[in-house]
Structure formats: structure tokens, C-alpha cells
């Protein structure tokens, strides 16, 4: 059965200072008519180079997004999923995700990334299975990165006619991927994992240490902290806080709640603690994000 990505509002955000972390950035793009474009079309094919700390915060973006990082590492927190992506390494961002990007302590990187949208996005994701964030090392990074800077070429030139080869290399990006993942590129969460992560994140509002988590997923705290470690690189508890101060962005950004209430509902029991790991996790305090949304 093919899944049905449900489409709801882009919300962007950016660290202080996000633009001032650019040594280099290129985006193209063609919005064309032609035929060739309606099922399957690059949103944009963009290359960049950063250097410093920042972080770009995505909720719900619409596109299927494949970044490759030539050069440098980044950290993506996609639906609470974490990965570090180093160099020769490709990291996908299903379409319809809540995804966090942001430097790592190394300040540098360097990548070039291709957005997809169309029709054929979600059936082509069910059948190649990329419908779950994934990073991993490809055989065939050069080959992809090569198809990449094509595509971006043929976007900047747009001449009419070139329509059928850029959808032709998107097409072969993906099932290049999909192969790559079948011969064992994939690092999938183990079920207990997986379920989970399903209960932190029904159970938010209520203490979850790690005891409890442990005893929920009936193993050892040895073995959850392994778990964690292995598959999510943090601790159980910096996960949950993690993922709590993300609900309490998302609470304060669409409803009419005050920074205590909302503290109160993902188990901050002091308002202030709230408010400086906000701002540890975000670059701003909830009053201020909320001002700038």
C-alpha cells in the first residue's frame, strides 16, 4: 500500500546569526511547464559551505530531501532520530518531516543537497524503501554527486527540451539509492527501540527515567543506555529532554499558552530550568521564539 504523505504548514526557523555562518551557497531551481516535470522534479539542487555554529529547524517540510557532505560533518534530528553525517557520507529526510540540522563541534561543512516533490515521490519512496531518515556511507557517493551537480547545471541553463534528462536523473539518484540501502546501507532501529521511542513520546508529560524506560522495554538500564547510544548517540534522558523541548516549541508556536503552562505539560516542574535548557537547545528563550514565529 502506498503511503499518503499528509501535507501540513512549513514552519521554518533559524539560529542568530544563521546567515553570517555562509562562505558559500548556491541554489537553482526551474519552474517549468513541461510534462516531463509533473511527475517527478527538483524542487531545488543547492551546494553549500558553512563554518561556525548555527541551526536551521524544519517543521513538516513537503519535500524528499538527499544531502551528500563532500567535505565536514552535520548533525539531523529527523522526527527524533539522530545521525551525524560525515564526509562520503548521504543522509535522506523523508517528505513531511519535522527535521533540526545544525553544526557539530568540528564548526565546518561542506554539501550538496537535491529536494524532490511530484506525484511520484511517495510511491517511488514506498517502493524503494526511503520513507524512514537514514544515514549511511554509499559506494556510489561519486556517481550520485556527479548526477547532483548535472541536475544543477541543467537548472541554472533551463533550456526547453532538457525537461525528460532531469527528471531521468532524479529518477536514477533514487533507485541508486534504494539499491545502495538494499546491499546493507540501512541501520535499522531494533523493534524494542522503536517501541519505545513510541512510548516517550505518548508519555512526555510524565518523569521517564530510566528505570522506568528499562523496565518498560524489559531489559537492563546497561543495555538501554547501550541501545541509545548505539542507535540514537545520547543517553535516554538527553533524548527525552530533547524531545520534549521540541513539543513545548511546537506547543508555544500554535497555541495560546503561557511559557509556565506549557513547562507544566512536557514535566518541567521549575519554569526556569525550562527556560535555560530552551535556550541551550534552541539559541533563544521561549518567549523570544515565540515573538519571532
Not at 501540513?8 to 531551481?29: A, E, N, W
Request: glycine content about 6%; some cysteine.
Amino acid at each position: 500500500m502506498v503511503r499518503k504523505t499528509v501535507r501540513t504548514p512549513l514552519k521554518m526557523f533559524f539560529s542568530p546569526g544563521y546567515d553570517k555562518t555562509i562562505r558559500h551557497s548556491v541554489c537553482q531551481g526551474w519552474e517549468t511547464l513541461s510534462p516531463a516535470a509533473k511527475p517527478l522534479w527538483p524542487r531545488c539542487v543547492f551546494q553549500s559551505e558553512r563554518a561556525g555554529g548555527w541551526y536551521l529547524q524544519r517543521y513538516n517540510f513537503p519535500y524528499l530531501v538527499i544531502e551528500l557532505m563532500l567535505e565536514g560533518e552535520l548533525r539531523y534530528d529527523v522526527g527524533g532520530v539522530r545521525h551525524l553525517s560525515s564526509e562520503g557520507e548521504i543522509h535522506i529526510t523523508p517528505p513531511g518531516s519535522d527535521v533540526r540540522v545544525e553544526s557539530t563541534e568540528l564548526g565546518f561543512c561542506k554539501r550538496i543537497g537535491l529536494e524532490l516533490h511530484g506525484p511520484m515521490v511517495d510511491p517511488l519512496c514506498e517502493s524503494l524503501r526511503l520513507g524512514s531518515p537514514v544515514n549511511f556511507p554509499a559506494n556510489s557517493f561519486g556517481t550520485i554527486s556527479d548526477n547532483l551537480q548535472s541536475i544543477m547545471h541543467l537548472l541554472e541553463k533551463k533550456e526547453p527540451g532538457t525537461e525528460p534528462d532531469i527528471a531521468a536523473r532524479c529518477y536514477d539518484t533514487l533507485t541508486r539509492l534504494g539499491a545502495e540501502l538494499d546491499q546493507g546501507g540501512r541501520v535499522p532501529l531494533p523493534v524494542v527501540l522503536k517501541k519505545l521511542l513510541d512510548y516517550i513520546h505518548s508519555n512526555l508529560h510524565q518523569p521517564l527515567s530510566c528505570t522506568e524506560l528499562a523496565q518498560t522495554a524489559s531489559c537492563s538500564p546497561s543495555t538501554l543506555m547501550r541501545l541509545f547510544q548505539r542507535y540514537l548517540q545520547e543517553t535516554p534522558q538527553a533524548y527525552v529532554n530533547r524531545c520534549r523541548l521540541q513539543h513545548a516549541r511546537q506547543m508555544l508556536l500554535s497555541q495560546e499558552l503561557s511559557v509556565k503552562q506549557v513547562a507544566a505539560m512536557m514535566g518541567f516542574k521549575n519554569q526556569f530550568y525550562f527556560s535555560r535548557a530552551f535556550k541551550k537547545e534552541f539559541g533563544v528563550p521561549p518567549t523570544q521564539a515565540r515573538h519571532e514565529a
